[in-house]
């Protein structure tokens, strides 16, 4: 199994809790006990970069319940992000970490799922890197299961090349209608198939008609939402989505997604709040999506 996963000790949890200061940034999103939040975020080389502010990173993330993660440089950051969110919520996070980094060239990125222990349990049976046999990715999307309340299922996160073109993102949004079905074909059991990530490419482009040919499949952000930042700070690109099967997941979906245009809280005293966020956080924002949880989940 090509996934890693992370207990820390009890004695480093509670000296974690002891440490903590509390954050002076409120949580800008609460979520009750009958749904949880699932969020994608492309967090702008996570790990490289002295501009970026880990701080602000993890209070945009404390929102969420569980956080797909797209572009992670590094574990040590990520580990590091983990803790604030243990001390800045007071609830233990983990991660699941892809058991390598993905890329063709010298550039490379981990994916990871960020999640608070006390509403979700990462199910450890399966999951993985997408075995990307004659090297149709050039960052091979990754997979996971959870379950969160009576809700289980699985995500697959996505980060695509790029090209000018688009014939690239085109190309691997078609393969992800392959990815998407092998998946939910694991466990004849389990059809909650989460796919999230940035794809460089609205729901609403072409390359999109492979997927949507896969029964009740819906993208839960509308294509021309925007979720990047341009150099200049404004919203720029609808690159992020999460695609579920109605079928199946409507029944935990609980009719609330959105992008998360946080930076204009906080950085409500900058000139350009956009800008500050492209700089100290991330290019893109979340996107997320609430599910109820406490419901019988029967697939
Ligand atoms: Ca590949
Ligand atoms: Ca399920
Ligand atoms: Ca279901």
Redesign the pocket.
């Known amino acids: 199994m090509n996934v890693k996963f992370n207990i820390i000790s009890v004695v480093s949890v509670l000296s974690l809790f002891l440490l903590g200061s509390a954050s002076d940034e409120l949580l800008h999103q609460e979520t009750s006990g009958h749904t949880i939040t699932i969020a994608s975020f492309n967090t702008l080389r996570l790990g490289r970069g002295a501009h970026k502010d880990l701080g602000k990173v993890a209070t945009v993330l404390s929102a969420y319940d569980v956080i797909a993660l797209q572009e992670v440089m590094s574990e040590d950051t990520l580990r590091k992000v983990r803790d604030m969110l243990t001390r800045t919520t007071h609830v233990l996070w983990e991660y699941v970490i892809s058991a390598r980094s993905l890329g063709r060239t010298t550039y490379k990125e981990y994916y990871a799922i960020l999640f608070r222990t006390d509403r979700t349990m990462y199910t450890d049976t399966s999951g993985g890197i997408w075995d990307d046999e004659g090297d149709h990715f050039e960052r091979e999307p990754f997979y996971a299961t959870f379950k969160s309340g009576n809700f289980d299922y699985t995500i697959i996160v996505m980060h695509s090349d790029f090209d000018n073109s688009k014939k690239v993102m085109r190309k691997e949004a078609r393969l992800l209608t392959k990815v998407f079905q092998r998946v939910a074909k694991r466990d004849s059991l389990e059809?909650?198939i989460i796919l999230m990530g940035d794809f460089n490419l609205s729901a609403d482009d072409e390359g999109w008609d492979s997927l949507k040919t896969i029964p009740t499949i819906r993208h839960l952000i509308p294509g021309r939402t925007q979720t990047t930042l341009s150099t200049s700070g404004g919203l720029s690109k609808a690159y992020d989505n999460i695609w579920i099967r109605n079928q199946?997941?409507n029944?935990?979906y609980a009719d609330t997604a959105n992008a998360d245009y946080y930076y204009h809280s906080m950085f409500s005293r900058s000139s350009n709040p956009g800008l500050e966020a492209r700089k100290k956080v991330s290019d893109h924002v979340p996107v997320w999506a609430k599910f109820r949880v406490d419901q019988p989940?029967?697939?």
């Open positions: 059809h909650d199946f997941t029944h935990e989940d029967d697939d």
